[in-house]
């Protein structure tokens, strides 16, 4: 017997090659008190390794779905609880006496709600109409008073209109349709509902792509937005085209305008979380899916929006289709060239600020390199 000298106590080494694990194992269990409790069996592990804790899960999703709903509801009825024209372009072909009369009469009824032009005879009013110059004229010649109007403006408008210049002249006046809808479009919504789906499905398009890619190459993910445009664009065209014929624009022009504007509103979604990151899903479903249809167009023509919200209507994506797909189907193609320029400057536009971002962001990380 050695005194003083302790036996050696070998260590298997399979055991010596758990001996890491145990600090990090210790840890996992400290954060596992705030980690949701897994009460689904069988979730995949990315989902379960994203998992927020209880109080960020909890408290999150309520602030995010009560802020955009709050601004839903409070830009949704400001805009149209009680919509009045502003500056709503009205046709007059008749005397100088009877034109001076009602314009005076539409001004101390609405002051500033009207625009007036002024037309030698019912020919000339019939093709401002034709050409979305107006949507009604007032026309009053030998074959009488009448109200010249545009059913393709939709119901909403006519009968606005209808009704102040009945006021205006002091007895019913007879109203001629010159330029109805369509029959599968009865009542003129079919334009602004293809419009609302594709701005829906290209915000989630860039919502599902950035959660399930968040550093895709650019090319890689312009290609994937480029080709959701496209099938975008089919679809719309086959189903509101030659399904329904809610959208009587050629075939070419509906699948060209709505192929653009889910480019436009995929990309502007992409950018938009690409700068503000978590943040960026409710910054784009405020400026797309709320402030883009609600200046549209699609329900109440944009001359009805109040003045701090008309000066959307002339840049989002949304309105620019709108106006595109309508003057299309019924107007001789005015707006159409607009449309598709300010579609193709989004889509360009948010490609042209991603790759500058993208080459921002290697330049820091070479230089963090290189530190």
């Known amino acids: 017997m050695h005194h003083g000298i302790q036996p050696s106590v070998s260590v298997p080494p399979q055991a010596a090659s758990y001996a890491p694990d145990i600090e990090p194992a210790a840890e996992h269990v400290r954060h596992a008190r705030h980690a949701l409790v897994d009460s689904e069996p069988g979730l995949p592990a990315p989902v379960l ?5 209880t109080r960020k899960a909890v408290l999150v999703p309520v602030l995010t779905a009560l802020a955009i709903g709050t601004v839903f509801v409070a830009v949704y009825l400001a805009a149209f609880h009680a919509p ?17 009369r009602t314009e005076l009469a539409l001004n101390n009824a609405a002051p500033d709600g009207y625009t007036f032009y002024r037309y030698p005879d019912a020919a000339a009013a019939r093709q401002a ?58 009542r003129g919504l079919s334009v602004f509902y293809a419009a609302f789906g594709v701005v829906l499905a290209g915000f989630l398009f860039a919502v599902s792509s950035y959660q399930i890619a968040p550093r895709l190459r650019l090319s890689v993910r312009v290609a994937s937005t480029l080709v959701f445009a496209a099938a975008s664009g089919l679809m719309v065209a086959l189903i509101a085209h030659t399904g329904l014929s809610a959208l009587p624009a050629p075939f070419a022009v509906v699948t060209l305008v709505v192929g653009l504007l889910a480019w436009a509103a995929a990309a502007a979604a992409g950018v938009l979380l690409r700068v503000f990151g978590p943040l960026g899903m409710p910054v784009s479903s405020v400026v797309l899916l709320i402030l883009g249809n609600a200046t549209s167009g699609g329900i109440l023509p944009t ?56 080459r921002v962001a290697a330049r820091r990380q070479d230089l963090v390199a290189a530190r």
């Open 49 to 53: 390794a994203a998992a927020a804790g």
């Open 84 to 100: 009045s024209a502003r500056h709503q372009p009205v046709g007059i072909a008749a005397s100088d006496k009877v034109a001076a």
């Open 129 to 186: 109409i034709a050409h979305d110059r107006v949507p009604a004229a007032l026309v009053a010649d030998d074959r009488g008073t009448r109200l010249l109007v545009a059913g393709a403006e939709g119901p909403s408008t006519v009968s606005s209109l209808a009704t102040a210049v009945t006021t205006a002249v002091g007895k019913p006046v007879p109203v001629k349709d010159v330029l109805p809808l369509a029959a599968g479009d009865a």
């Open 303 to 358: 001359t009805f929006l109040p003045a701090w919200l008309s000066p959307l209507a002339t840049v989002l994506p949304p309105a620019a289709a709108v106006r595109g797909l309508r003057g299309a189907a019924y107007f001789h193609d005015a707006h159409l060239t607009g449309a598709v320029a300010t579609l193709a400057a989004w889509g360009l536009g948010c490609l042209a600020l991603q790759y500058l971002l993208d």
